[in-house]
């Protein structure tokens, strides 16, 4: 069904990955009919600092919904956020989020035009484990 014709998408929580970037996935909404934006839940477990990398093209908001963290963003100071902030990412800007409580901290990753993978770019000094 074409994202123009009007729907609701209800994802299933099966359906949520573990990433290489150290976050937990949700595709919300990601549509190559809808190609002006996709939206994914995040979840970062208490501890976890995700890696370092940015988005060739794409500018990304991190809607905070729970949970409290510490986000970094190319040419800005880290902050500490928590419910209700919402974080503007430059296109092509490192950025990384850390988890700073004792929940998971939950967002959704707003993505102008959509994500799409070949986007993605790890520039995380360290390797991976």
């Known amino acids: ?25 949700l595709e919300t909404w990601n549509r190559a009919d809808d190609p002006a934006v996709s939206v994914a839940r995040a979840r970062v477990e208490p501890g976890v600092t995700t ?8 500018v990304e908001r991190y809607l905070i919904l729970s949970g409290e963290g ?3 963003v190319d040419g800005i100071a880290p902050r500490l956020v928590g419910p209700g902030d919402l974080v503007y990412i430059p296109a092509d800007r490192g950025q990384r989020i850390a988890n700073s409580g004792d929940a998971d901290l939950v967002f959704l990753a707003i993505c102008t035009p959509r994500f799409v993978p070949e986007a993605y770019l790890d520039i995380d000094p360290a390797p991976r484990v």
């Open 1 to 25: 069904m074409s994202a123009t014709l009007g729907l609701i998408h209800s994802p299933r929580e099966a359906d949520e990955v573990f990433t290489d970037e150290g976050c937990h996935i």
């Open 51 to 58: 890696r370092l990398h940015r988005l060739a093209g794409i």
């Open 70 to 72: 510490r986000v970094e």
